[in-house]
């Protein structure tokens, strides 16, 4: 019998593979960013980074701004894109669904403006895939950990099962298996 129980993800690899495809929708390219908030293992609302909802997307006028080499070549302008955490808070809150309580799952820790508005949102625990903070941001979000605001866990999918999730999306999934 084949092992089919290591081929299935856990639940936070399953919500971390729903926050790497919600990455794939980024539209401001410093770095493509997904995020989905859960609540007792239900998606509640996922989020990607970009810009405002109804403004042009960077992919669509050269990053940011025009003539820029990156999203966030420019010194002095501004990054043009709400993250990916903010936009699946926003999502909630357009909606009217509580994240209170909640979970996030983003693929990249969040910056000290996000993990402020996820704890404001009451959102308890985040778990993300790469690292972001250093330095003095560190120092403050470890600050919130410490006194309890927040949860915070890095996490990796295994390598057999994102080869196996790779494989589902070049060919059709949904193949009858007679072994
Ligand atoms: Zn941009
Ligand atoms: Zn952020």
Redesign the pocket.
Known sequence: MIDQEKNRPTWNEYFMLMAKLASTRS????FPVGAVIVKNRQVLATGYN??PSGTAH??TQG???EGLSS??ASKSLP???VHAEANAIAQAAKHGISTDGATIYVTLEPCLTCLKLIISAGIQEVIYETDFNAGNTLLVRDAFIADNLVNLHQMTIRDELANNVASLLVQATSIVNNE
């Not at 539209?27 to 410093?30: D, G, H, N």
């Open positions: 539209t401001c390219l410093a970009g810009s960077c992919i990053f940011c701004y999203c966030d990054s043009r894109a």
